[in-house]
């Protein structure tokens, strides 16, 4: 057998792009472009108030932009920035909020930023990594987590 494996600048596995400086941008892009194709749809809708565009965005959008974020939970503030703004630009969809920053359309739609969301999301991760699975040395996290009273572990 005289089989070769051919060199690709990027690779997709389990539905995330990685290319070779092991860098997630081109999966940001992709991700941002099948979310945009789902906001221009919700943007036919004739009524569109927050109680309708909320679980339209958190079903339809959401997911694909934060879809396996804790590999590709990114440090460069360019792909921070492209993924914070396609929520910015989505939640200027609803008439009566669409003139108000984009923080502030959030907490009216009753969604957290991104940024948060991804942040949180890593925290848990962590929390569940370290002190769930009993793996790790206790005394390297002592003092990292701390449940708060009438917490349950």
């Given at each position: 057998m005289n089989d070769r494996i051919k060199k690709t600048d990027t690779e997709k596995d389990i539905g995330v792009i990685i290319d070779e400086k092991l860098s997630f941008t081109d999966h940001h892009a992709e991700k941002i472009n099948e979310g945009s194709k789902i906001v221009r749809l919700i943007r036919t809708f004739v009524h569109l108030d927050t109680a309708i565009f909320k679980p339209l965005y958190t079903a339809l959008v959401r997911p694909l932009l934060e879809y396996a974020n804790h590999p590709w939970c990114t440090h460069l503030v360019k792909d921070i920035e492209a993924l914070k703004n396609m929520q910015c630009r989505a939640s200027k969809l609803v008439p009566q909020i669409k003139d108000l920053s984009y923080e502030y359309r959030a907490q009216k739609l009753g969604l957290p930023t991104l940024t948060f969301r991804i942040s949180r999301g890593g925290q848990i991760e962590t929390y569940k990594i370290i002190m769930i699975s009993g793996k790790y040395?206790?005394?390297?996290?002592?003092?990292?987590?701390?449940?708060r009273e009438g917490d349950s572990a």
């Open positions: 040395n206790q005394g390297c996290t002592e003092g990292l987590f701390q449940m």
